[in-house]
């Protein structure tokens, strides 16, 4: 049973540039969430997928935005890329209906903006 | 506005017990979470607590108090492989997302 997988695993990229990180949910998991990392600090909550749509927003700003498959896998797609970009985005998956302590972490993308 | 804290760092010998400290203010409370993270990894999960108590789970204990917005976290018998920053996290009033501290490396001495 996989585990979330996320990708790629590293990426560069430069300022004003746009990317797209990937993130396949554990199997049976309907529910994606995704955090920012910044070193030294805790992750911070950037959005929730549920259902395809976006279920609730963390204090970021439009440039992030997201997607849901119907087959829950999820993206988050971040335009105008800044310096302070630069960190480690997690991906989690869970079940809607399940415990909330059921909240698994993929290994993240670890983004550098130079 | 909401803020949990923690030490930003504790060092520990090998074989002994360190407790590490939570503290937070939030709005609402569904409960708190702790999670251990070896760097440049994802986040694991060690405990949860709803509660008032300790729980026990092998090396690690967790506890709340709820009234004092207090939790601590216990590893007994430390080990190496324990160096670690350990997260505490609480699930506030949102049933969406959880509210992180900005962890507490753990440092273990031979």
């Known amino acids: 049973d996989a585990g979330v997988t996320q990708s790629p695993t590293h990426l560069i990229k430069t300022r004003g540039q746009q990317v797209t990180l990937r993130c396949s949910p554990k199997?049976?998991?309907?529910?994606v969430s995704w955090y920012q990392q910044a070193l030294g600090q805790g992750p911070q909550f950037i959005f929730q997928y549920y259902e395809e749509e976006e279920r609730q927003r963390g204090n970021f700003p439009d440039r992030f935005s997201g997607h849901q498959f119907p087959n829950y896998s999820s993206e988050l797609n971040v335009n105008a890329l800044l310096l302070g970009d630069s960190a480690l985005y997690l991906c989690?998956?869970?079940?809607?209906?399940?415990?909330?302590?059921?909240?698994?972490f993929g290994p993240g993308t670890r983004l550098t903006v130079t | 506005g909401q803020n949990i804290d923690q030490p930003t760092e504790m060092t520990a010998t090998e074989g002994a017990i360190v407790q590490i400290n939570c503290t937070y203010q939030?709005?609402?409370?569904?409960?708190l979470f702790w999670y251990q993270q070896h760097a440049g990894e994802a986040p694991t999960f060690l405990s949860y607590n709803v509660l008032d108590g300790l729980e026990e789970k092998g090396r690690f204990s967790s506890f709340l108090s709820r009234s004092k917005g207090y939790s601590y976290l216990l590893l007994k018998e430390l080990q190496m492989k324990d160096s670690a920053s350990y997260l505490c996290?609480?699930?506030?009033?949102?049933?969406?997302?959880?509210?992180w501290g900005a962890g507490t490396k753990l440092i273990i001495k031979p």
């Open positions: 199997s049976g998991h309907d529910t």
């Open positions: 939030t709005s609402g409370f569904n409960g």
């Open positions: 989690a998956s869970s079940l809607d209906q399940g415990n909330p302590y059921e909240q698994y």
């Open positions: 996290a609480v699930w506030g009033d949102s049933n969406y997302q959880l509210i």
